[in-house]
Every structure is written in C-alpha cells, then in structure tokens.
C-alpha cells in the first residue's frame, strides 16, 4: 500500500464501514429497545382495554341489580310486617314482579334473577325466582329454592344466599357449574338489611360465557390470548387449564405468577415467567369483581419486529457499504490523477530539467489544492531558471574579480616587506624614551602621596572638630530640657505639699465629730440610767422597759469605747501628715537650693565647650586650606608629567603596532593568494553545477 491512491481508497472504505458498523450497531440497539419496549405498551394497553370491556359488562349487571335494588327497598315501607304477615309478603313479592322481570329481560347474559327473604321469618320457598334456558328465550318464575332442604353451611347449593347477607354488601360470586342446565354462571348479589336486620337479597346470576367468549375473541400477536384467575391464583377461566384449579399446580414456572398476582405494585407492568419450558410476558389488571384479567404472549413473539427491524437495518447498512466501496474507489482515482501528474513534474524538477510541458497547463485551471500545488511548483522552476541565470552572471564577475584581487596581493605583499622594517628600529628608540619618563613619575607620585595624607589629616580634624561642637549643643540642649523638667517638678512638689497641708486641716473636723458624738454618747448614757430607774420604779410594768433602757446604755459604752478608738487613729493620721509634710518641705528645698543651681553651673559648661570646638574648627580649616593649595600644585605637576610619559608610550605602542599590523597585513596578503588559489577551484566547481541545469523554454 504505496501508493496515495490506495491509501486514499482504504481509508475511505474503512472509515465508511466504520460509521456504517457503529451507526449500525447504534441503530440496531436502539430499534430493538423501542420496538420491543412499544410491543410491552401494545401489549398493556390491549389488556387495559380488554379489562375496561370485561367492567363495562359487570356494570351492566350491578346496575341492573341496584337499579331493583333501590326499588325494593323504597317500596319496602313496612320492614317489621315481614315477620308478622304473610299477606304483606305476598303482596309485597307481586309488586316486585315485573319490576325484576324487566330488569332480567333487559340485562345481557342475565339467566336467572332472584329476591329471596330471611327463612328465619318467612316461608322457606318465599321470593321470587326467575329463569330462563339461554340468552334468547323467555324468562319464567318459577318456585324458588327450599331451604328447608339445606343447611346454612352448605355453600355449594345455598352460599349464593348465605355469603352476601355474612358479608353486609354487594357480592360478585366466583362462577359456578349449574348442573341443572350445564352452564358455567357468575353471580351479582345484594344483601337487603333494614335498620340492621337482613330482609333477604337481590340477585341475578349470568352466563359466564358472556365473558369468556369476549376473552376468547382477543388475540394478540401470534399466540397470545387471555385468562382469568383470582388474587390467589385460582383459576376462573384459561383455554388450558381446567375451572378452580390453582396455576402453582399446573406449571412450576407459575409460581412467579402468583405471586406477582399477590404484588399490587406489578398491576398493569410487564412480568417474565416461564410456562411450558417457554419464555412469556404477561400484563394483569383487576376487574370490578375483584378477579385478575392476564394477558400473555410469548417473549419471542413480543421481540419479533424487533428482529425484523434489524433485519432491515443490516440490509441497508450492508448496501450502505458495497456503496461506500464503488464511490471511495472512484474517488479515490479522481483525486491522485492530479497528483500523479505533479509527481511527473517534481521529479523533472529534481532532475534539473526545467522546460516547460504544454501537457501540464490544465492542472494551473484547477481550483482545488493540486491546482495550488501546481501553480507553485510552477512558479518555483520559474524562479529556478531566473537563479540559474544568476548564478552565471555571478560566475562571470567572480573569475574577472578573483584575477584582480591576485594582482593587488602581489604588490602589498611587496610594500609591506619594507614597512616591516622601519618600524621594528622606531620601536626600540621609544622604549628607551618611556623607562625615562616612568622613574620621574615615580618620584612625583610619592610626593603626591605625602601631601594627600597632610590632606586627610586636617580633614579629619576638622571633622573632630565639628562632631565637638555638636556634642556640646546636645548637652546644652539636654541640660536645658533636665533643667525645665526639675523646675516643673519642683513647682508640682510645692502644689502637692500646699494641698496635702490643706487636706490634713480636714483631720480637726473629724476630732470636732468625735467630741460630739463622745458627747452625745454621755447624754446616752445618762439618759439609760434614768430610764432604768424609772423602770424600777414602775415595777412589774417596766421589766419591758428596763431591758431596753440597759440595751441602750450598753450601746452608749460602746459608742465611746469606739469613739476612743477613733482618737486613737486620728492621732496616728496627724502625726503621718506631719511627717509627710516635713519631706515634701525638704524635697522642695533640695530642689530649689541645691538641683536647679547644678543646672545652672552644666549650662555655662556647655557654652564655653561649643566656643572652644568653635575655635578648633576654624584652625583646621585654615590648615586644609594651605594643604589643598599645595596639593594642586602637586597635581599639576604629576597631570604634566603623566601626559608625557602617556604621548612617549602611545607613540611607542603606535610604533609596536605599526610593525605588528604590517606583520599582520602580510600574513593576511598570504591568506588572500590562498583564498585566490580556493576562488579559481570554486568558479571551476560553479561552472560544472551551471552546466547541470538545463532551462530551455
């Protein structure tokens, strides 16, 4: 698979069966999904439908049946008489007559149609009882069943009667063989009840082929039909299997049926099981009556469009591809014809052949990228022919310049011989004059030295100098602020002490309340004493009051004792604050006499310290000054001298490099006769290249 051509044809064929496969697959997956998925919604909704059919037929019946119902009852105007007349029952059963021969009459299926009272109160064959053979015929009352023949408990021949009135409501009856005429019959019963007491019931028992020939008209697919069961599964009618017979019993693969029957969370959803060995799918929905009508088909049947889609699907993607071959074959020459082409071209090109092929002027007409493509490589033969002319015209100008460039050679190679040695005297001559004139800037440069230390020195004394000076301002200015603080300090002492004298006068008047109360303690006391004699005097009455008057003495002695205690610590607080007052006095004194007149003495130190730094600067400057003089001078000279020890080793290294360049220019002219030799072989190797390419028009 060399070739553009076939790889182009593989890779449209692969990525077309590519896309075709997964689209395919996609497809196929998809369609299954939903056919299958529409063939369960078909399936429900035939068995919803079917189910709705079933209930419409059992609400005829409980109509019929309420609709005589709601008679009997409303012309039952006298309850109680059932128990006590005979005549009323009888005239109450003619009424009801026709009332019931028409409902029957009117009622699809309807065989047989019933109003049977209590036994226990009436007669055991009393109420009516209408019957006919099949659906065509006329119904005719007969008399009814005697009860007296069977016990309540005999659910065979007299739980139609029985059940309803235990259950208190409406009754759909499981279907049941009448073996007088041979016909499987379901029946709708009403219980009759009066103020809590059973009547009777209200019946009618119906063809049960009414609703199996219904089921057994529905068919969907190709095998899927139809059954009844109850919530137990029991079966109430299945084309298979046999009345009252239970599906656990019949198949093992039932099993899940019942008890997704059991399930009211599976009503109406698709549920799997196996039956016969064979894969199904069943729907159920309940019925009026309380039984389960299943619809069921087999899986297969269920998957059968599904198959045929696919079917489908992969005859179309198959055609899809054998398409897909034939157009990526065909397109696969259309789109390397040109490119073949261009080929042809490039390998002319690289051949150095660059005459124009008329055969080729189509492809510059095309507008897609080989068009392009040969525009380009169209307009680079044009660019190499117009380089090739070029390159001749360089090869002409390069002989002609390389046998100039040989000629010149010759004649520096010549001069340069001769400048070699002029110069290599001149140099030595120079050298002699710059070992001169380096010993005297020796000798300057050491004096230069000895005059910048002098320099240095008085400029570091007159930075001493200054830093004196600032030393003594900023003792000044300390000392002034020390001496403005212990002014303020003093004048804060003398406040305090002033007020704390004043604030220790407050201790009198605290020595004038203790006297008062020491007096008021004494009348107290006085006035106790006379309270007790008085009491004594009163006798018995003032044994109460002399008790008090001794409480109020002894407070008055307590009020002393503590008064005195008083005194005590007053004495002790005046003694403190004339202590205190002594130190505060002789702060203030230090402060005054001693303190601020030190002050005095550091500032008129501080002053004459920044005088003399003063004077000391001004000396240093004058010295710097002298120095700075001589060292100009100094400078002056050593420049001078340093210019012409610099012009005598400039012109030395002039001379050196005179000589080294002409050395170098003959080296070079050596070089050039080289480069000339190595000219005259590359026009000979450019001409052999310009004979390769052949550019006819």
Request: charged residues 25%; negative net charge; contains cysteine.
């Amino acid at each position: 698979m060399k070739s553009i051509k076939t790889k182009i044809i593989v890779t449209v064929i692969l990525c077309s069966l590519v896309s075709t496969f997964i689209c395919g697959a996609i497809s196929i997956v998809n369609s299954v999904s939903t056919s299958y998925e529409d063939s369960q919604q078909e399936m429900q909704l035939k068995c919803v439908s079917q189910s709705d059919e079933l209930d419409t037929m059992m609400q005829n019946v409980s109509q019929s049946v309420e609709m005589v119902y709601s008679i009997a009852v409303a012309k039952l105007e006298h309850a109680a008489s059932f128990r006590t007349s005979k005549d009323y029952v009888d005239t109450y059963t003619k009424q009801m007559l026709p009332i019931l021969m028409q409902s029957a009459q009117n009622t699809k299926g309807a065989l047989t149609a019933y109003i049977r009272y209590n036994p226990e109160f009436t007669e055991p064959t009393s109420g009516l009882f209408l019957t006919r053979d099949n659906s065509d015929s006329e119904f005719e009352s007969v008399t009814p069943t005697d009860f007296s023949m069977y016990d309540p408990s005999d659910v065979e021949h007299v739980g139609w009667y029985y059940i309803p009135v235990q259950n208190g409501k409406e009754t759909w009856m499981e279907p049941y063989l009448n073996s007088n005429i041979g016909v499987y019959m379901i029946s709708y019963v009403i219980p009759i009840e009066v103020d809590g007491e059973s009547i009777g019931i209200i019946g009618m028992d119906i063809d049960f082929s009414e609703f199996t020939d219904t089921i057994d008209s529905l068919s969907i697919f190709d095998s899927g039909y139809g059954f009844l069961v109850n919530e137990s599964g029991k079966v109430m009618y299945h084309k298979d299997l046999e009345i009252g017979s239970n599906l656990a019993d019949a198949d093992s693969g039932l099993q899940s049926v019942v008890d997704a029957l059991g399930n009211e969370q599976t009503e109406e959803t698709a549920v799997s099981y196996t039956y016969q060995g064979k894969d199904k799918v069943m729907y159920y929905k309940t019925l009026e009556n309380g039984m389960k009508f299943v619809l069921t088909a087999p899986k297969t049947e269920l998957q059968e469009k599904s198959r045929q889609l696919a079917k489908q699907i992969f005859g179309g993607a198959a055609f899809a591809m054998i398409l897909t071959i034939i157009i990526g074959t065909v397109l696969g020459f259309t789109i390397t014809k040109p490119i073949t082409q261009i080929d042809g071209i490039v390998k002319q090109t690289a051949e150095f052949e660059f005459a124009s092929n008329p055969a080729n002027q189509h492809l510059y007409k095309r507008k897609d990228e080989t068009g392009r493509m040969a525009i380009s490589l169209h307009n680079m033969r044009k660019n190499l022919r117009q380089m090739v002319a070029n390159i001749r015209h360089v090869y002409t100008d390069l002989k002609n310049t390389t046998e100039q460039l040989s000629d010149t050679t010759k004649r520096v190679r010549e001069m340069s011989s001769v400048n070699t040695d002029t110069t290599q005297e001149l140099a030595a001559a120079m050298e002699e004059t710059a070992a001169t004139m380096e010993t005297v800037n020796t000798t300057v440069s050491d004096i230069k030295e000895r005059a910048t230390d002098i320099e240095r020195y008085s400029k570091e004394g007159r930075e001493s100098s200054v830093e004196v000076k600032e030393r003594a301002g900023q003792l000044k200015l300390k000392t002034q602020a020390a001496s403005e603080k212990t002014v303020q300090m003093y004048e804060n002492v003398q406040q305090k002490t002033e007020a704390a004298m004043e604030q220790a006068k407050a201790v009198e008047k605290i020595n004038q309340f203790t006297q008062a109360i020491l007096e008021i303690s004494s009348q107290t006391n006085l006035l106790a004493l006379n309270a007790s004699i008085e009491a004594a005097r009163a006798g018995e009455a003032g044994k109460g009051f002399a008790v008090v008057a001794g409480e109020i003495g002894t407070l008055a002695t307590q009020t002393s004792t503590t008064v005195g205690s008083i005194n005590e610590i007053i004495a002790e607080v005046n003694q403190a604050v004339a202590n205190m007052t002594g130190c505060l006095k002789e702060s203030t004194d230090f402060l005054e006499q001693t303190v601020l007149k030190d002050y005095e003495d550091f500032m008129g130190v501080a002053d004459q310290y920044t005088k003399d730094a003063t004077v000391f600067d001004d000396d240093m400057s004058a010295i710097s000054g002298q120095i700075n003089t001589l060292l100009s001078s100094i400078v002056e000279i050593a420049d001078a001298m340093q210019g012409v020890s610099s012009t005598v080793s400039e012109a030395a290294d002039g001379v050196t490099d005179i000589a080294q360049k002409t050395l170098e220019v003959s080296g070079i002219v050596q070089g050039n006769e080289t480069l000339v030799d190595n000219n005259r072989e590359n026009i000979v190797r450019l001409n052999s290249v310009i004979e390769m390419f052949h550019d006819e028009k």
